[in-house]
């Protein structure tokens, strides 16, 4: 046995460097980065140990076990309870497609136990098709992460496997979640599994089924993630990972959950720091997607669920809005588009309403993309050069947008049933941006796909109402908190905001923030249609359109405070949700708060001083 910190022996080392001599490109497909010890052996020592006392011969298997790193975990576990390494070394079984990673595997475990390496059941074979299911009491792997779509087996591949498994939803294959499904059909019942997954595990729509499965099947009691800052894989520093450990037989009541941890030696300790996620907290708070918020704290997990049970559906068949991803495709509806410069060109010219014409020729209307809103904001960007990847986006013109693209005003009237305003959403976000949700009014313009378009469910005679309130509210520190927890990944569609909630709203307060987003979205000369829409339906008052920065700044704080007070929120909530922006603007440009404060809105205003940033704006109009 070799312990923590000391050389590994020779035939280890080897099995440990061998991803780093395959090709690059190959290694990717293969998903081949192999698990460090430090990761392995409390994996293994938390998955094995309940197995331990049942005085038994146990049979251990990874059907992924590339060099073996959790089979020599696996060993050390069993030599540590008492038993001789050899005889452990015959209750270890492994097998991976790679015959020289699987050699590997079989001579490290061998030079570790002192038994003969051809008598270990350690060898080449397909760990999702080969082994008897039913007959392992622990499964312990890290699986390959990838997707099956690239190599030139990849679409036969997928015809053989996909009979085999019946929880991988209806995406394209991954191959984890192929091996989770694998390891819970290869267990006895009692078995444990204890696997390392991606973080799409607890939040992915695809996902979903094999959740069901650990939730409905399993005693799921770990999920602890860590983000990858300290490299403990060679891949990016933001890719997040977890590990999961699970007891097959029973139905979960809660899971032992971290998110966003770095320090591996945490998952090490003996009770390692976590949250206790209820069973029917899951359900109150995701009731549709079934997805795991991060929560750190328990307190996260309180509000949160305080903030459903106060809440209306966003979306839904009980929700305000529908949503749709924009009104055209980027790359497939690109035969649609003029772009503006080639219109200009052309003779092309914007008109008082935001219309570019030239005379004998069809209208053409300005495509927003998602760079070009920002919170409240309806030109934050105008097109400088390029396309695609390689767009670049430049300070706009306050009297003038600036797109890419240019759509034909009768193609827009026949793709959009809803011809009125809308609320428009950033669908390309993340929960580590200074703001998740990033929302604007909008008048009745077409919109690409990287913004998502919410417009009104229910008929009703103050549609802008409606939805100018909605953005008010979706611009809302409160509601960004609860939506910065939930997002998982980068895109923010359906599948997210489905589980998402506004607040309860009455009359006079509806009608307050109805007039603060349109002071702030309804700021450009050609935006006169939604004033006078807003005067017919009587409620605009004497609201004025918000130009400067100290209005802009007073208004939020007032959307913040009115959105806080509509869910129920109390000063202390506020200052929780708000912890961290108090910090010196130095220390937060030069250094990253705790994990804890990961999701936090400590970058909102960062440079400016403390009692300047809206967080704390917020927090100190609640006296």
């Not at 331990?52 to 069993?78: K, S």
């Amino acid at each position: 046995m070799t312990a923590a910190g000391e050389p590994l022996p020779p035939f280890a080392a080897a099995a440990a460097a061998y991803p780093e001599r395959l090709p690059p490109a190959e290694r990717k497909r293969r998903g081949a980065w192999f698990t460090p010890r430090s990761l392995a052996q409390p994996t293994a020592q938390r998955t094995l140990a309940p197995l331990l006392r049942r005085d038994r011969p146990l049979r251990i298997v990874d059907p992924a076990v590339g060099g073996g790193t959790f089979l020599l975990a696996a060993l050390e576990v069993l030599v540590a309870a008492g038993l001789p390494a050899p005889h452990a070394a015959s209750w270890l079984c492994g097998r991976d497609l790679d015959a020289t990673a699987a050699r590997l595997a079989a001579d490290a475990v061998a030079e570790a136990s002192g038994a003969a390496a051809d008598t270990l059941d350690l060898r080449q074979g397909d760990g999702l098709l080969d082994l008897e299911p039913g007959s392992f009491d622990a499964v312990l792997t890290n699986p390959p992460w990838e997707t099956l779509q690239a190599g030139p087996d990849a679409a036969s591949r997928t015809r053989t496997l996909r009979p085999h498994f019946s929880h991988q939803g209806h995406g394209k294959l991954q191959t984890y979640r192929l091996f989770v499904e694998r390891a819970f059909t290869l267990l006895r019942p009692g078995g444990r599994l204890g696997l390392i997954v991606p973080a799409s595990l607890w939040f992915d729509r695809d996902a979903e089924p094999l959740r069901r499965l650990l939730l409905d099947h399993t005693d799921w009691q770990w999920l602890f993630g860590f983000e990858n800052r300290d490299k403990v894989f060679p891949i990016d520093s933001r890719y997040r990972f977890a590990v999961i450990v699970a007891e097959k037989g029973g139905r979960t009541r809660a899971v032992q959950v971290a998110f966003g941890r770095t320090d591996v030696a945490e998952w090490a300790a003996a009770a390692p720091p976590h949250v206790r996620y209820e069973r029917d907290e899951l359900r109150r708070c995701s009731p549709l997607s079934g997805t795991f918020v991060e929560v750190t704290h328990r307190r996260d997990l309180d509000l949160l669920a305080r903030l459903h049970a106060s809440g209306t559906p966003l979306l839904g068949p009980h929700g305000a809005f529908e949503w749709r991803q924009g009104d055209f495709n980027m790359t497939a509806d690109r035969g649609c588009f003029v772009e503006r410069a080639h219109a200009e060109h052309d003779g092309y010219a914007p008109d008082a309403d935001g219309v570019w014409r030239r005379a004998g020729a069809i209208d053409l209307l300005p495509l927003y993309q998602g760079a070009m809103i920002d919170d409240l904001q309806p030109n934050a960007a105008a097109h400088a050069a390029g396309h695609g990847h390689g767009t670049r986006w430049q300070k706009p013109r306050p009297d003038r947008l600036q797109p890419l693209y240019l759509v034909p005003a009768s193609t827009f009237a026949a793709t959009t049933t809803a011809a009125g305003p809308r609320l428009a959403l950033r669908a390309l976000s993340n929960a580590t941006n200074a703001r998740t949700a990033i929302a604007c009014l909008l008048p009745p313009v077409p919109c690409g796909n990287s913004l998502g378009v919410l417009t009104n469910r229910a008929p009703t005679t103050t549609p802008l109402r409606q939805l100018a309130a909605g953005t008010a509210a979706l611009s809302s520190l409160a509601f960004d908190w609860a939506l910065r927890i939930r997002l998982g990944g980068t895109n923010l569609n359906r599948f997210v905001l489905m589980d998402c909630v506004l607040p309860a709203l009455d009359e006079a307060t509806t009608d307050e923030l109805a007039r603060l987003a349109l002071a702030m979205c309804a700021v450009l000369p050609w935006h006169g249609p939604l004033w006078q829409l807003a005067q017919q339906e009587g409620w605009c008052g004497d609201a004025a359109p918000a130009l400067d920065a100290a209005t802009r700044a007073l208004l939020t704080t007032r959307i913040d405070v009115l959105v806080g007070r509509a869910f129920g929120l109390t000063r202390a909530d506020v200052a929780w949700m708000v912890r961290g922006c108090e910090l010196p603007a130095e220390r937060l440009v030069r250094h990253r708060p705790a994990p804890e404060l990961a999701k936090g809105f400590w970058r909102v205003d960062r440079t400016l001083p403390p009692a300047a940033r809206r967080p704390n704006r917020w927090l100190a109009a609640l006296g």
